[in-house]
């Protein structure tokens, strides 16, 4: 479960202090599925990117299961995010010759996860998004939402 408090997220341009994110307080319980829309520079991305934990906030907590990202050091932060968080990025960071199936379980191979497991997991990854008639199909041949 996500639990964000009070989060803000500020960059420099120039002299000028750009607010990305001001306050956001934000609970996303396990299973809940959330839809972020809003205007081009309304802080979309910026979200995403602290509940990655791919950028840290300037003021605020990001509690992931009860652990602060913000407050993570570098090595443990990276750990959360291999065992913990998923990403699913379209075709520009895609393994153009690996199948779907393929380039999903690249992502378990750090975590010292066997063949037949990651084979498995990422298997049913695809199917639980609706992707399990297109596992054995390379990124040219699927469309940027799949």
Same mark, same amino acid.
Request: proline letters at 4%.
């Given at each position: 479960?996500?639990? %964000?408090?009070?989060?803000?997220? +500020?960059?420099?341009?120039?002299?000028?202090?750009?607010?990305?994110?001001?306050? $956001?307080?934000?609970?996303i319980g396990?299973?809940?599925?959330?839809?972020?829309?809003?205007?081009?520079?309304?802080?979309?991305?910026?979200?995403? +990117?602290?509940?990655g934990?791919?950028?840290?906030?300037?003021?605020?907590?990001? %509690?992931?299961?009860?652990?602060?990202?913000?407050r993570?050091?570098?090595?443990?932060?990276?750990?959360?995010?291999?065992?913990?968080?998923?990403?699913?990025?379209?075709?520009?960071?895609?393994?153009?010759?690996?199948?779907?199936?393929?380039?999903?379980?690249?992502?378990? $191979?750090?975590?010292g996860?066997?063949?037949?497991?990651?084979?498995?997991?990422?298997?049913?990854a695809?199917?639980? $998004?609706?992707?399990?008639?297109?596992?054995?199909h390379?990124?040219s041949?699927m469309?940027?939402? +799949?």
């Amino acid at each position: 479960m996500y639990e %964000l408090s009070g989060v803000t997220k +500020q960059y420099r341009r120039g002299k000028e202090t750009v607010d990305a994110l001001a306050g $956001v307080d934000l609970t996303i319980g396990e299973g809940d599925r959330l839809v972020i829309k809003g205007p081009t520079g309304g802080g979309k991305s910026t979200l995403l +990117q602290m509940l990655g934990g791919l950028d840290r906030p300037t003021a605020g907590s990001i %509690l992931l299961d009860g652990t602060d990202l913000a407050r993570l050091g570098e090595a443990k932060l990276t750990a959360v995010r291999g065992r913990t968080i998923g990403f699913v990025f379209q075709s520009f960071n895609l393994i153009p010759t690996l199948s779907a199936l393929e380039n999903v379980e690249t992502a378990l $191979v750090p975590l010292g996860t066997k063949a037949p497991e990651r084979r498995e997991r990422a298997a049913d990854a695809l199917r639980s $998004v609706g992707l399990g008639e297109r596992m054995r199909h390379v990124p040219s041949e699927m469309s940027g939402g +799949q």
